[in-house]
Nanobody, 121 residues
Framework: QLQLVESGGGLVQPGGSLRLSCAATGSTLDYYAIGWFRQAPGKEREVVSCITTNGHGTDYADSVKGRFTISRDNAKNMVHLQMNNLKPEDTAVYYC??????????????WGQGTQVTVSS
């Protein structure tokens, strides 16, 4: 059973950087495309970035484009999110996620427990 565990969150000043990591246990991560989501207090969870299984394809929400970089190291079963030039509006709990389909009407979602990112002076 695949399990995802995030780490790397913390408190950082505006303009600072953090590197989040998503570690996988129970399965080989290179089978899965991975997405990073975030949820701020009182707001819906939103997708931030995603990466294909081989790492050759990435995409970003407009709000983080040019500041965040997603990458993966399949040999270490890890996916990373490098976050630069952080803004107060980036404050949220960040989650990594993947989904596997068993049919067109059935799928399994896998979420980590989340890691808190707080951007404040």
């Amino acid at each position: 059973q695949l399990q995802l565990v995030e780490s790397g969150g913390g408190l950082v000043q505006p303009g600072g950087s953090l590197r989040l990591s998503c570690a996988a246990t129970g399965s080989t991560l290179d089978y899965y495309a991975i997405g990073w989501f975030r949820q701020a207090p009182g707001k819906e969870r939103e997708v931030v970035s995603c990466i294909t299984t081989n790492g050759h394809g990435t995409d970003y929400a407009d709000s983080v484009k040019g500041r965040f970089t997603i990458s993966r190291d399949n040999a270490k079963n890890m996916v990373h999110l490098q976050m630069n030039n952080l803004k107060p509006e980036d404050t949220a709990v960040y989650y990594c996620h993947t989904r596997t389909y068993t049919s067109v009407t059935s799928w399994d979602d896998y979420w980590g427990q989340g890691t808190q990112v707080t951007v404040s002076s």
